[in-house]
């Protein structure tokens, strides 16, 4: 993975639709300035990396806030970097010691390289390196782009019967398999999942999945709670503005957990959901922290305490959540399809940027430029 080098030569749209089989990169300048540009094909320079076209790639909340605010807590935008690590790709080119994979396998990429060497990443705790390269993350390009070089071993062969585009969900879906693995989430067990986004509807359907006998999604918007109902979620519940003890009173009233739930998930990153959480959970209960928001805010922690609670972060994802989220999917146990609001060309990528942030999908998906796609819409991507 290679960080921008200089700055990028601006493609306007015309002369990117007129492009095929070449490297156009969507880079963000700074906040509200995302612009085509050209790369060039990179070229592999390690025996173990691979050369990847990219099919697709899913906007996540994260290319959002790059795009809206030009940077997350300490990764700040100071030079042009190409957005997007959701993705799926095909392989054109491997290293000489690359085994496991042939020219023309579909992968899902884990869009990292961690060091290998450090006490975090020798310990299996890779996702916690303090020198991982991770793609759209400054300084280091992303994959929103045609051609895209990743170490072998973080692509994940994907299996007959599991498409490109459901490839490009695994990225979240291994998110959502981190956060419950950390939940250490019983058969059995009430769960409770602050934010009905892609990572909070997954953290249901991955809670569903190891037993959870009730998962009640919360957010704010109607529509949301509406497709969580029909995905995962047992339960439902719309926040409302009244203080963080009230709503987690209804909350467990709706659920009928008068002692509160055995976990809580906050996937939305907003304080008011994070403080209301402390109030949902049960004595003894575990909490996990997946949604990220502000660097600081005001908590209860008097609750924390007084329940003993079992509180965690929870970070991308490490050892096996990728081989994981591949068999959820191909084994039919988890339906990431129907997250896919819709599927558009890449020269459509600015306006599906000023979609999402609109709340008007779940997941949109952008087609790699070299992907002949006409824009489709709806949730029936195949």
């Known amino acids: 993975m290679a960080s921008s080098v200089g700055e990028p030569v601006s493609v306007p749209i015309q002369e990117a639709k007129s492009k095929r089989t070449q490297n156009i990169s969507l880079f963000l300048h700074k906040p509200h300035d995302l612009r085509y540009g050209e790369k060039e094909p990179p070229v592999l320079k390690n025996q173990f990396d691979v050369l990847l076209a990219i099919n697709y790639t899913g906007i996540c909340g994260s290319d959002i806030h790059f795009w809206e605010h030009g940077g997350i807590g300490a990764y700040n935008v100071t030079s042009p970097i190409v957005l997007g690590h959701e993705s799926a790709g095909t392989v054109v080119q491997i290293g000489s010691a690359v085994k496991h994979l042939r020219i023309g396998d579909h992968v899902a990429l884990e869009p990292c390289a961690p060091c290998r060497r450090c006490e975090a990443c020798l310990s299996g705790h890779y996702n916690l390196c303090p020198d991982m390269i991770f793609a759209a993350s400054p300084p280091y390009d992303g994959t929103l782009t045609g051609f895209y070089i990743a170490p072998a071993d973080f692509c994940h062969k994907l299996p007959d019967g599991v498409s490109l585009q459901e490839g490009a969900l695994i990225e979240p879906l291994a998110v959502a398999v981190h956060i419950v693995r950390q939940a250490e989430v019983k058969p059995g067990q009430s769960v409770v999942i602050m934010g009905a986004g892609p990572v909070g509807l997954l953290c249901a359907a991955v809670a569903r999945v190891f037993g959870a006998s009730m998962v009640l999604s919360v957010d704010i918007v109607d529509s949301k709670l509406e497709f969580a109902k029909s995905f995962a979620a047992t339960h439902t519940y719309k926040s409302q503005p009244i203080s963080p003890e009230a709503n987690a009173a209804e909350i467990r009233e709706i659920a009928n957990l008068p002692g509160g739930a055995d976990v809580v998930i906050d996937a939305s990153g907003f304080e008011l959901s994070i403080r209301t959480s402390f109030f949902v959970i049960r004595v003894g209960g575990t909490y996990v922290q997946g949604g990220m928001g502000k660097s600081d805010i005001t908590f209860p922690i008097m609750a924390l305490c007084m329940k003993e609670v079992t509180a965690k972060g929870s970070f991308r ?66």
């Not at 591949?326 to 940027?353: H, Q, Y």
């Open 317 to 382: 994802y490490g050892s096996g959540d990728y081989k994981l989220a591949i068999d959820l999917v191909a084994t039919g146990r988890i339906d990431v399809k129907r997250l896919i609001t819709g599927t558009v060309p890449f020269i459509e990528a600015l306006e599906a940027f000023e979609e999402v942030k609109g709340g008007h999908a779940i997941k949109i998906l952008i087609a790699g430029p070299n992907e002949k796609l006409n824009s489709q819409r709806g949730n029936d991507i195949t």
